[in-house]
């Protein structure tokens, strides 16, 4: 069994999948926001929306500290830094798997001529 990562990358795809989660995350990238601030571009019930933040928390995506009444979530690079590690090495494999194709049909064609 290969060695698991330290971020499940399975849970930051699935915080990753959801537009409305994504949003969070872009905005987030400016700095830190109270909870208020996150939900304002939404027209969705403050329930629904805290569940999207309770997904992105749970992955390890962004992370909430509260003062006073005042909850303020921030983003937390780590996990996506992961997914992006993963997505190079994705890349990698699948361009050396395209070359080799390229490699193999030039001499198919030059077989063929």
């Known amino acids: 069994m290969p060695n698991q990562p330290a971020v499940p990358l399975d849970r930051v795809f699935h915080g990753l999948a959801d537009p409305t989660r994504r949003a969070v995350l872009n905005r987030l990238g400016s700095g830190p926001a109270a909870v208020s601030e996150l939900a304002r571009p939404f027209s969705m019930s403050l329930p629904a929306f805290l569940q999207h933040l309770a997904v992105l928390e749970e992955c390890g995506l962004v992370r909430s500290h509260k003062a006073g009444r005042v909850r ?35 001499e198919l064609k030059e077989k063929q001529s």
């Open 72 to 106: 303020t979530y921030e983003l937390t690079p780590q996990p996506l830094e992961a997914a992006a590690s993963w997505l190079g090495e994705q890349r990698k494999l699948w361009n050396r798997r395209l070359d080799q194709l390229d490699v193999f049909l030039a």
